[in-house]
């Protein structure tokens, strides 16, 4: 059974950085588009980042735009977030997830494979 595993989260004062790991032991992250999720307390779970597999196509919602950057290491099997200038809105659980590319979103119906998520905790 294919397993994502995130790590990195934690407590962070706005206006900081933090770097989100995403590992999958066993499987091979080139192999498919990988996605960032969050979701904040009391809402529905939304897409933040995806980087295409084929050619690391990348797409951000206008939320994280310029703040947040995708990244792969396929040496490592790694995909990574990193998050600049955080804001207290940025507060959420962080999940990776595996599945297909799209120019135009992130729907959930696209990712086949979770990990179960890292907290990630801004302060005001």
């Known amino acids: 059974q294919v397993q994502f595993v995130e790590s990195g989260g934690g407590l962070v004062p706005s206006g900081g950085s933090l770097r989100l790991s995403c590992a999958a032991p066993?499987?091979?992250?080139?192999?498919?588009?990988v996605g960032w999720f969050r979701q904040a307390p009391g809402k529905a779970r939304e897409g933040v980042a995806c980087?295409?597999?084929?050619?690391?196509?990348?797409y951000y919602p206008d939320s994280v735009k310029g703040r947040f950057t995708i990244s792969r290491d396929n040496a490592k099997n790694m995909v990574y977030l990193h998050m600049n200038s955080l804001k207290h809105e940025d507060t959420g659980v962080y999940y990776c997830?595996?599945?297909?590319?799209?120019?135009?979103?992130?729907?959930?119906?696209?990712?086949?494979?979770w990990g179960q998520g890292t907290q990630v905790t801004v302060s005001s």
């Open positions: 997830a595996g599945g297909f590319y799209s120019d135009d979103g992130m729907p959930e119906s696209q990712y086949s494979y």
């Open positions: 066993g499987f091979t992250l080139s192999h498919v588009a």
């Open positions: 980087i295409a597999y084929s050619d690391n196509r990348t």
